[in-house]
């Protein structure tokens, strides 16, 4: 468990500290940045994987799902969403992706469910509300729910073709369908010197290195436990505009990461399940360390090398 939190946790920071160099890509496509992205970063994990499991047709739905919804939809509905609301505003509503994901879980434990609302508050908190004019809402709830899918689409397929296998192919696939939408919505653009940097960085760190783990966490945590770790991004996002000198530390931030601390604390705690060694293993990606499953695959997967 200690692995799965560690990985977690990681993974969390990384994406919330990633928020700076995010910003490098304003006025950039969105659709084929996004593809040149993923393109590296199918790329490196490649180089990691060496051999990797070919999907059935029952993983390309749920692959698809990540892609989609958790991906290349996620970070379009993103911008456009605060182009109708304050980004305080966006990231209070995306404090509800924790809360999802302990309801939806089949098997969700009270400490997760109660860990998941604490998480929420300091979210809110941390990013102090904010308002919405038009659909910004709508928008903030869609992009809340790509958070939410980019997890829950992943649980099954993750048990199947393993954690890097499915990094590796919503990748792919990413790389694929931004490129095709992206030469009709946007276009290509050749980045500078500022912009290629952003994009390397993301792909390396944020793509190729916490998509990882945190599949990893899910696979280990299940996605009501790991859910509580999304409390960290506006946690190291805070951290990251107080080292830059973007932003003064004050007692309501303070208090935000107080409360999202005490979230995790909670819901991380392992229930009676978890002591028998029942807990998660078929609802959301825990299985045993040493299960074949955990490696990639039940059954004698075919490979491709890179």
Not at 12 to 22: E, L, N, Q
Not at 70 to 75: D, E, I, P, R, Y
Not at 109 to 119: E, F, H, K, L, W
Not at 202 to 212: D, K
Request: with cysteine; charged share 10%; hydrophobic share 55%.
């Amino acid at each position: 468990m200690k692995l799965g939190v560690a990985a977690g946790a990681t993974a969390a920071t990384i994406v919330g500290a990633s928020v700076p160099i995010t910003g490098m890509l304003e006025g950039y496509p969105v659709l084929t940045g996004q593809a040149m992205r993923y393109a590296l970063g199918a790329a490196v994990l490649l180089l990691v994987a060496r051999r990797l499991p070919m999907p059935s047709w029952r993983d390309v739905p749920p692959l698809l799902g990540v892609v989609i919804t958790g991906m290349l939809g996620f970070n379009a509905v993103l911008i456009a969403a605060q182009q109708y609301a304050e980004p305080g505003f966006v990231a209070a509503v995306m404090g509800g992706a924790p809360i999802a994901l302990a309801l939806l879980s089949r098997q969700r434990t009270a400490s997760a469910v109660v860990g998941a609302v604490v998480v929420a508050a300091g979210i809110v908190l941390l990013s102090g509300g904010g308002s919405w004019h038009g659909p910004g809402l709508v928008l903030a709830l869609v992009t809340m729910a790509g958070e939410v899918c980019f997890t829950l689409f992943a649980v099954g397929v993750v048990r199947r073709l393993g954690v890097l296998g499915v990094a590796t192919w919503t990748c792919i696939l990413a790389t694929v369908i931004g490129a095709v939408l992206g030469t009709f919505v946007g276009g290509w653009q050749m980045p500078n010197a500022r912009q290629g940097f952003s994009l390397a960085l993301l792909a390396v760190v944020v793509t190729a290195l916490a998509f990882g783990l945190w599949y990893f966490a899910v696979n280990r945590l299940g996605s009501d436990r790991a859910g509580v770790l999304i409390g960290l991004m506006p946690v190291s996002g805070l951290a990251t505009s107080v080292l830059l000198g973007a932003q003064e530390l004050s007692l309501v931030s303070v208090a935000g990461v107080t409360t999202v601390a005490l979230g995790c604390v909670i819901g991380l705690r392992r229930g009676t399940h978890d002591a028998e060694g029942a807990h998660h293993t078929h609802d959301a990606g825990r299985v045993p360390p040493k299960s074949t499953i955990a490696n990639g695959s039940d059954t004698p997967a075919k490979v491709i090398a890179p």
